[in-house]
């Protein structure tokens, strides 16, 4: 999320690491606007914000994709059952699939528990194999059976069958009306795996989310959140965190059901699985629409953040980040209310230096969103509370393009805003080196950043543009003109035209026309 400055000129005057800015006064505070109100042009602020907050779901999502399947498969085994070693041909599982169907009844349960163990297989189950053996018309016979152990066996069947492509997911989808109707089983091993199998279904795409909703899983799913039996809490926010997930989730339902009493229990109940879960679901919950960001904080969520900011597990502390940062998008009273909390700001503090690299990336981001408020009071906590020394470490560090692009937006916020107060500082930790360094990288939002930082720095700060010159500068802003975006072109373009044009003499030593070789090439005539 970023913010446009406000086009006052400040003066400031300081050293940095051998080269010397000077901010002389300006009278021309008018032409400075217009400059800046041409370049806003091409950074595209609206457009920005709106990219910051759809990044929300988007960030980690491979991570977050392969935990999801991971989880999708840890099914458990039976007493005395083991899959170490289990072999199997297409043949024999015909044959299961014909004991199932007309077998006796202790058979029909050994061939269930069969088939059942060779879908939990982690590595290649024979998908493929169950569902062209004849299996889904048999556990459609099956699952409808008054026989308790039938349907648990035929569920975790399901479960598993769900975890392969889209089309065989495809092939359990009818199933998802039997599977509710067991959420409100008597039987909590049934409910629970019925809860892995709706998950299942609703994380393969969003249509088969929506169809798994329209046959009713969320209010019983949200009830089960209520449950006494931990594992039972853990899978019901994982299912319901698959049934939010995805574009256009229509989250009315999820706050119809009263689903924020129960999550805030499960906040405060200790159990740091189940808080994982909750946590994630509530990435989800809180990624769209202010008013249901209202309703949880009304219900206490504020309240907790900063406790679970003190959490020593990563999949709590990336979770509660991301909630952070989905509050801080929405308005400046949300950033008000966050930035106030006790101890908030310290608690990311902590996160944003801490060893582990997905905490200070996602850290960066909630900063950099907080910075990007319309409220210099707001940045001036931000400085005041010294952030501005660890961002601009981890910029001038090589923690890879994510982490310095994350935290190139939130120092852009920091200093190029509310008339570039804090440009001076955020200069004298070295950063104009950085900006431009990463100015060529293949990222055209890194990039347009980083042109904006030198923007802003050439046009306030007099020396500026030798700066520029004595690390090289042009080039890197030259970079950006070709096999880039149109945009990026066109911003470089100006940049060097209006700071290095003809008129520009940059301290330059002048050389007679017939001796030119020491100077830069591409002022060479």
Not at 207 to 230: C, F, Q, S, W, Y
Not at 325 to 351: H, M, Q, R, V
Request: charged share 25%; net charge negative; proline share 5%.
């Amino acid at each position: 999320r970023r913010v446009h400055g406000d086009g006052s000129i400040h003066v400031y005057a300081f050293g940095l690491s051998g080269m010397q800015f000077d901010f002389g006064t300006s009278d021309a505070a008018e032409k400075a606007q217009q400059r800046k109100s041409a370049f806003k042009k091409g950074l595209d602020l609206e457009s920005s914000s709106t990219k910051r907050r759809q990044v929300t779901e988007g960030l980690r999502k491979e991570k977050r994709e392969k935990q999801l399947m991971s989880k999708r498969r840890k099914t458990g085994l039976d007493q005395g059952e083991v899959l170490e070693g289990l072999e199997y041909t297409t043949e024999q599982i015909v044959e299961l699939v014909n004991k199932i169907r007309s077998g006796r009844p202790d058979e029909k349960v050994v061939a269930l528990k069969s088939l059942r163990m060779i879908t939990s297989l982690e590595d290649e189950p024979p998908i493929a194999d169950v569902i062209e053996s004849g299996a889904i018309p048999v556990l459609a016979e099956m699952i409808t059976a008054p026989n308790e152990q039938y349907r648990l066996e035929c569920t975790w069947i399901i479960t598993n069958l769900a975890t392969g492509e889209s089309e065989q997911t495809q092939q359990v989808l009818p199933f998802a009306p039997y599977l509710i109707s067991f959420l409100s089983s008597n039987s909590t091993p049934l409910q629970e795996q019925a809860l892995w199998a709706l998950g299942n279904i609703a994380a393969d795409s969003p249509e088969t989310r929506d169809i798994v909703r329209a046959n009713g899983a969320v209010l019983p799913a949200v009830h089960l959140l209520r449950a006494k039996i931990p594992s039972l809490v853990r899978v019901a926010a994982w299912a319901l965190g698959n049934f939010a997930r995805g574009p256009n989730p229509k989250l009315q339902e999820f706050f119809a059901a009263e689903i924020a009493e129960p999550l805030m229990a499960i906040l405060q109940s200790g159990d740091a699985a189940a808080i994982s879960e909750v946590c994630w679901l509530l990435t989800y919950l809180t990624a769209h629409e202010e008013r249901f960001v209202d309703i949880l904080l009304h219900a206490g969520l504020g309240n907790v953040l900063v406790p679970l900011l003190a959490a020593d597990s990563i999949d709590i502390l990336i979770p509660v980040l991301r909630i952070i940062g989905n509050i801080s998008f929405n308005s400046d009273d949300k950033i008000e209310y966050l930035i106030t909390l006790p101890g908030l700001l310290e608690g990311l503090a902590k996160t944003l230096t801490a060893e582990h690299r997905g905490l200070r990336k996602e850290t960066s981001w909630v900063l950099s969103n907080v910075a990007g408020s319309s409220r210099p009071s707001h940045v001036d906590m931000l400085v005041g509370a010294g952030f501005v020394g660890p961002l601009t470490q981890l910029l001038n560090a090589n923690h890879g393009i994510d982490i310095q692009r994350e935290v190139a937006i939130a120092l852009f916020n920091i200093a190029c805003t509310h008339g570039c107060k804090y440009l001076p500082l955020v200069l004298e930790h070295n950063t104009l080196p950085s900006f431009l360094r990463l100015l060529p990288q293949r990222d055209d939002e890194l990039s347009k950043i980083c042109l904006g930082f030198v923007d802003h720095t050439l046009r306030t700060v007099p020396t500026a543009a030798q700066n520029v010159m004595q690390l090289d500068g042009i080039d890197a802003i030259e970079s950006v003109q070709f096999n880039r975006t149109d945009e990026l072109s066109r911003m470089s373009s100006e940049i060097v035209d209006k700071y290095f044009g003809e008129d520009f003499n940059g301290g330059e030593v002048s050389l007679p026309v017939e001796d030119n070789s020491a100077l830069p090439p591409w002022r060479r005539q």
